[in-house]
């Protein structure tokens, strides 16, 4: 497999298309080695790109390969993740990693060259492999560089035609429109093949452009083998001028005769054999290096300097929602240059419009667009700066998969959903979240706070913006009384125990509504003889370990009260970190069984089996046992 | 609030637009006098579509309202749902409801006419209220209507313009476009104002039409309060030619001059003062009836034969994906006719592709779009069909917004979720499904079934057809031996223990690959002299409690292993089943607690701690306890 027929020849933005073409057919053969060696991946989809990448990388690309942070550095996405075998041939070409790297690692245990492209390699942003990502991860990035950064670098997305019937791709056109981000260039490589066969519009590069530019961007279609079409295409883009699509019609594997705008090559390595014939077809194995355009110089802006942040007081006993505390301290800590913050159209109702009114050039509404609020946090985060998302949390669900892929993306950025539980009364389910604490619980590496009042709802809103991984904020519609003075502390990982005494029978466990009912149930069975400690769970992930293991061995009871299904919970997270610790006190868990419907807040807390009616009568049967 | 002018009158295709206009203003009355007596609502999204909406279903609905399961009613879904004050006027003046239950359990505790739609009100395909939604699922119902039902039905869908940012709304006209679905009509109210303040297209109608069209739809520019326009609008969307997007010019709070086209009225109901003013307005209270056109009779189709069918056979000890097996399992009971399947271009790998190969034309390709696929399944599941939608585990996240609501509908469908966990391999964390199973549980009503073999994996994809609410299946990428004989039976919340002895001192609870794991871990401490028992835990919701009682009793430790995160999944499950038994065995959870990468299965089982050797390791440390 090595017919080496090539000197080792640097290429430049002044080499001739000759050259440039010479680059493609090497990206072909190292995507076909790389992929052959391990016996899996992306060779065909690697194929029909080759051209444009190897012209965008000598032509427009204005990258430093050395310096993976220097902050003017053009970005490439390839939202086709699984053409990965291309990424990294570029790579190679760049001299950014050495060729056994690419040729024994790809997608080996411990490598950095997984299957699809995440950001343990430095030339990566974001982590892609989920389709329509990238290009959404692409217009945040633009954002950020357009808006926050103001340098001049350009953001250029390799997208695949399957990924274009994504309806995440057309929110991300739709920003990158409406923002009319000129820095932001998508190029679609329309191969006509998806996974299992043609794809839904084939080759019909009209109907991309045509769509393209209904959502604001210009559109350029090319056949995405003729270098020279391509270079301008690319060169046009480049404009400042306004958001470009360019529409590239290619064919997948192209260059290898046998696999050439074949059926049954997706996602396949090419067996020993036909990789040699391949090989030999494309010309053989070559050693071009590129030294491609290189990004302007820029003065190293000074550190910022530390920024004092006052968090907003409230009184012991006021009523105030949690939400609107968050929105007060999310104004609060905008003080820090590098906080941003995303609405998804609710940010009256979350309270992060606080944040806009205060610091309006570092919001971005992004509308009822939760997938492309995600994704251009992830951009921002990329980028270094701090976001934090918000919407309702039950719509947080809808960008689920966008949360996921930044965890693998190992971004840190703060989301926070209101409007929690059936505490919120009369606009009914649909508007309930009672999945989001399973969802966000499941990440990697994740944060989940769920603050009862104001005082630690701004403290930990504070707080997120220095944890590392994704944190969560779960706050709350209604308004009642602030707990905590001021000066009181809430570290990531504790709790606070809100009434104790030595001879407790049992432990009420409860967070946001639910710990006000946990209070207002305690209170009644003081008043019965019956006394039971309360602790306010604000930190849901990680658990306070050493309150559960007292609370076991003084009371032997616990009861766990949320506003959330059964499942993945408060409670289901207080039983693992019983069973770590090998505790096993009676734990009885009140969450949300049923459907609910309209009605008040207190009607549903009681529909639902969770308000303080319940809480007693449990406390009491355990009391009793 | 009561100021009555009109006597009864009823209204059919025939009555003149000014006749249109009263039942207009009589739909703006109600709405604002439903919301105002409950003190919430949103009756200034319900003013601007309701000129829209009088001459709908005066002219159009072909609707018999006195029996909504009459197969040949036209269907009109809410997109909007939080303009429900508009729709249950539309119910009032249908004579589907009496005026008592709109204006005394609107919204209140236990009624059916909750804040946003549900199909608890037997003319309510789908709930919505998650933006975005009602598009879709309006696109399944007409897929179903003309390609399953045969029948002549139209589809309405009244859509808010700030939903229009949503990408699903866009995956939803894609496929209208693709499938040329002529009795499709989605009506967009724009009314240019959102929940926080102006929405990102304005007025801007033209943009919108541009997009439709660009995504194969036919565009209708329309003044939304020019009856006559209206009416020729809706008309022509009637031709049987094009799905068609009406394009409302409207104005929020129409009717009412103190709101009309005014910022901060989103979502609130209108004071009692302001109410009456809005009334009189308005023209006071009316009791005008509709009744419109009407459905076309159609003969009762005969209840279809009890159909056979006959399971793939798999010999013990063969090794065959359970992915593969559910694909022959899903293309046998295909042999139900209500049974349909959709893919979201996966189909080779996830093999549901089998189906379409047996049963094309019950087998709805809706390409790289999991939000769509989902709502597809809703709208068919809407309409008696029994649909299977499946993807790779991962990509189902993509669709959890859809999928939370779906449990609000009360939809009964099955999706089976593939390539779970570590197990994939090389194509690495973008590709796993590592949180689907706490997805998935928390669920309301759900089913959660995870087979470790061809055997289970086929008669569970059976039992799922005949199971109510969501049910879902998770698969295996890799093959593994065959355990079951074709008689074996897998009873929902069953489980099947494999290795038993009176002196287990440890249980070890599996499913999928690490149930696998837990046997080869069981032979080896069988070596060694330590007896353990192996459970196939293959319904993971419901759980076996006896199972798990007898366990706990009998060997008084566990180790739940588990191919996801920790949170969520099985283990978590298996501790919320035995704390609400109170039991207290030793339970050690292994589960993937690493940000895993690419390499082969058993190097990637084994670095997440959930390998042979990570689960003989626990045993013999709890059989020395």
New interface residues.
């Given amino acids: 497999m090595s017919v080496e027929n090539t000197p080792t020849v640097s290429l430049g933005p002044d080499s001739g298309l000759d050259q440039v073409f010479e680059l493609a057919q090497q990206l072909r053969v190292d995507s076909v080695r790389a992929s052959t060696a ?1 016996g ?2 992306h060779p065909t989809s690697s194929l029909s790109a080759a051209d444009l990448m190897a012209v965008l990388m000598t032509r427009q690309l204005r990258y430093d390969w050395q310096n993976p942070k220097n902050p003017a550095n053009d970005h490439l996405i390839f939202s086709k ?1 699984h053409a990965s075998p291309l990424l990294y041939a570029m790579f190679l070409a760049a001299g950014a990693i050495d060729e056994e790297e690419l040729m024994t690692t790809y ?5 950095r060259l ?3 492209p ?1 950001p ?1 390699l430095p030339w990566v942003d974001a ?6 990502q990238g290009i959404a991860y692409g217009v945040g990035i633009a954002l950020a560089g357009r808006d926050l950064e103001h340098q001049s670098y350009r953001v250029w997305v390799l997208c695949g035609d ?2 274009m ?7 991300a056109l ?1 920003k990158a429109g ?1 923002h009319r981000l000129a820095n932001f260039v998508a190029i679609i490589d329309v191969n006509r093949l ?3 066969g043609p ?2 519009l084939g080759w019909d590069t009209g ?1 991309y452009a ?2 393209a ?4 961007c210009r559109a350029l279609v090319v056949d995405g083998h003729d270098l020279a079409a391509v270079e301008q295409a690319l060169a046009a883009a480049d404009d400042g001028q306004a958001p470009t699509v360019i529409v590239a019609k290619t064919v997948k594997g192209q260059g290898v005769f046998e696999v050439a705008d074949a059926e049954g090559w997706h996602g396949k390595a090419l067996p020993d054999d036909l990789a040699a014939r391949a090989i030999t077809e494309l010309g053989g194995v070559r050693h071009l290096t590129v030294r491609g355009p290189q990004p302007p110089a820029v003065t190293p802006s000074a550190p910022a300097a530390p920024v004092e942040v006052t968090l907003p007081h409230f009184e012991v006993g006021e009523t105030i929602a949690t939400r609107v505390a968050f929105g007060k301290a999310l104004a609060a800590i905008g003080a820090r240059p590098d906080i941003v913050a995303l ?1 998804a ?5 979350t309270h992060a ?1 606080d944040f806009g009114k205060a610091h309006p050039e570092r919001y971005f509404q992004m ?3 939760e ?2 609020m995600i994704a251009g946090a992830v951009g921002m985060a990329a980028r270094g700066y701090r976001p934090y998302a918000t919407t309702f949390a ?2 947080l ?2 960008a ?2 966008f949360i ?2 930044a ?2 993306s ?1 971004i840190s950025m703060s989301l926070c959903g209101t409007h929690c539980g059936v505490e919120i009364g ?6 309930m979240g ?2 989001d604490l ?2 966000m ?5 994740s944060t989940v706070l769920y603050p009862s009042d104001a005082t630690s709802a701004a403290a930990l809103t504070a707080a997120m913006a220095y944890l590392d991984g994704i944190s969560y904020l779960r706050t709350t519609r209604g308004a009642y009384p602030v707990l905590y003075a001021s000066d009181e502390t809430f570290p990531v990982g504790g709790s606070k125990t809100l009434r104790a005494s030595d001879s407790d029978k049992v432990t009420l466990i409860g967070a946001g509504v639910t710990l006000h009912e946990c209070l207002a149930a305690a209170d009644r069975l003081a008043a019965e003889n019956i006394p039971v400690r309360v602790v306010d769970l604000y930190s849901v ?1 990680p658990l306070d370990l050493d309150m559960l293991a007292r609370a076991a061995q003084e009371t032997g009871a616990l009861v766990v009260v949320e506003d959330h ?5 408060m ?3 207080v ?2 970190a019983l ?2 610790q ?1 505790l ?1 006190p ?4 009140l969450a949300v069984r049923n ?1 609910p ?4 807040p207190s ?2 807390l009681d ?1 639902a089996g969770i308000s303080r009616t319940h809480i007693i009568r449990t406390a009491q049967d355990l009391a009793a046992r």
Avoid: C
């Fill in positions: 391990v899996s991946g993740g997608r080996r245990d411990g490598a997984q299957g699809h995440t343990v982590a892609t492999g989920s389709l329509g399957s990924e019937t994504e309806g995440s791709v057309w929110e739709d409406r998806g996974q299992r794809t839904e109907a045509r769509r530019e209904a959502f604001g609405d159209e609710v940010g009256n109702s419009e509308y009822i667009a997938q492309q039950a719509f669900t809808r689920h998969d996921r892929m965890a693998v190992q009369a606009d009914g389910p649909s508007q009672l999945e399973a969802m619980r499941a990440v990697h590496g992930k299904h059964p499942e993945g919970g409670g289901e997270a039983l693992s069973a770590a090998r096993a009676a734990v009885v868990h459907l419907g309209s009605g008040t009607e549903l529909n």
